[in-house]
């Protein structure tokens, strides 16, 4: 064997040796990167997907990580105009002797949709209940999410895409707001399906031939909603009069309503709901 032969040789082992270093260097940092020390202690399902958060502290760096908190997914933070849906799964997750609770959750745009890819868990303690309260920035969310009057009626007054919300809420001045109506009569009037008829309430008002305008999905969906506001206006001129609907004081309205039609389904008629609780 020459000297040259032999120089190569070594050269080439040299190499092969660095390069296997290198490779068990990068795979002992990816584990070790993988490896949180979280284990899954308990894992817990509910029967509520209709609950609705938001971050606690939208300022601070809030991770959303995969199912066994090995990857982190996201920041929240960088979502801001998000709300979390959560699933009503959670489990219990042990680190160093100390257990916590962490949340199955999903994201739901600004615009509405529940459909995000941004899904994970993040600890429960980075989550506060209720949609995102900043509703200038918030369009077309469902009615479900809401927990109180005067978050729906905020939403109401803020959302771009409830204008004409707004305006036929003008037409029954003293009627109030009611979240429990608007989901008991899911959002539209009872008299849109085969049973009119709404648990709790009593004495409901019947506005058959104004319910379809609220329906971009079923009455002319590119009309505007100075268009479809003056249509319903008209309908309850001829059925009610302003001063029946003013001296409605005793009854409350359930409202729904979507500016968007792509985002509505079939079991979904926007409208109203006029009772008295029983």
Same mark, same amino acid.
């Given at each position: 064997? +020459?000297?040259?032969?032999?120089?190569?040789?070594?050269?080439?082992? *040299?190499?092969?040796?660095?390069?296997?270093?290198?490779?068990?260097? +990068?795979?002992?940092?990816?584990?070790?990167?993988?490896?949180?020390?979280?284990?899954?202690?308990?894992?817990?399902?509910?029967?509520?997907? &209709?609950?609705?958060?938001? %971050?606690?502290? &939208? =300022? /601070?760096?809030? !991770?959303?990580?995969?199912?066994?908190?090995?990857?982190?997914?996201?920041?929240?933070?960088?979502?801001?105009?998000?709300?979390?849906?959560?699933?009503? /799964?959670?489990?219990?997750?042990?680190? @160093?002797?100390?257990?916590?609770?962490?949340? !199955?959750?999903?994201?739901?745009?600004?615009?509405?949709?529940?459909?995000?890819?941004?899904?994970?868990?993040?600890?429960?303690?980075?989550?506060?209940?209720?949609?995102? #309260?900043?509703?200038?920035?918030? $369009?077309?969310? !469902?009615?479900?999410? *809401? @927990?109180?009057? =005067?978050?729906?009626?905020?939403?109401?007054?803020?959302?771009?895409?409830?204008?004409?919300?707004?305006?036929?809420?003008?037409?029954?001045?003293?009627?109030?707001?009611?979240?429990?109506?608007?989901?008991?009569?899911?959002?539209?009037?009872?008299?849109?399906?085969?049973?009119?008829?709404?648990?709790?309430?009593?004495?409901? %008002?019947?506005?058959?031939?104004?319910?379809?305008? *609220?329906?971009?999905?079923?009455?002319?969906? @590119?009309?505007?909603? $100075?268009?479809?506001?003056?249509?319903?206006?008209?309908?309850?001129?001829?059925? !009610?009069?302003?001063?029946?609907?003013?001296? %409605?004081?005793?009854?409350?309205?359930?409202?729904?309503?979507? $500016? @968007?039609?792509?985002?509505?389904?079939?079991?979904?008629?926007?409208?109203?709901?006029?009772?008295? #609780?029983?």
């Amino acid at each position: 064997m +020459t000297k040259k032969m032999f120089s190569l040789k070594k050269s080439q082992m *040299f190499a092969l040796i660095i390069s296997s270093l290198i490779v068990g260097y +990068t795979t002992t940092m990816i584990n070790a990167k993988a490896d949180s020390g979280y284990t899954v202690v308990k894992r817990m399902t509910g029967n509520n997907a &209709n609950v609705a958060y938001h %971050l606690a502290n &939208n =300022s /601070k760096n809030t !991770y959303l990580w995969n199912g066994i908190h090995t990857k982190a997914k996201a920041n929240l933070r960088k979502y801001k105009n998000y709300s979390w849906r959560y699933y009503g /799964k959670s489990l219990i997750l042990s680190h @160093n002797s100390k257990k916590s609770l962490y949340y !199955y959750i999903q994201g739901i745009t600004p615009n509405g949709n529940e459909a995000s890819k941004i899904r994970g868990i993040v600890w429960h303690s980075y989550l506060t209940p209720g949609i995102n #309260p900043n509703y200038k920035q918030l $369009n077309n969310i !469902y009615y479900r999410y *809401f @927990n109180t009057d =005067s978050e729906y009626l905020h939403y109401v007054q803020k959302s771009p895409s409830q204008k004409l919300t707004r305006e036929v809420l003008k037409l029954f001045p003293n009627t109030h707001l009611s979240i429990q109506l608007t989901k008991a009569a899911d959002g539209a009037s009872p008299w849109a399906w085969a049973s009119p008829g709404v648990d709790g309430y009593k004495n409901i %008002l019947e506005f058959p031939t104004v319910q379809k305008y *609220f329906n971009k999905r079923f009455y002319k969906p @590119n009309i505007s909603d $100075n268009t479809r506001f003056k249509l319903i206006k008209a309908g309850l001129d001829k059925s !009610y009069s302003q001063t029946k609907r003013n001296a %409605l004081t005793q009854y409350q309205i359930g409202i729904y309503y979507y $500016n @968007n039609p792509h985002r509505l389904i079939d079991d979904e008629a926007p409208g109203f709901t006029i009772a008295i #609780p029983e």
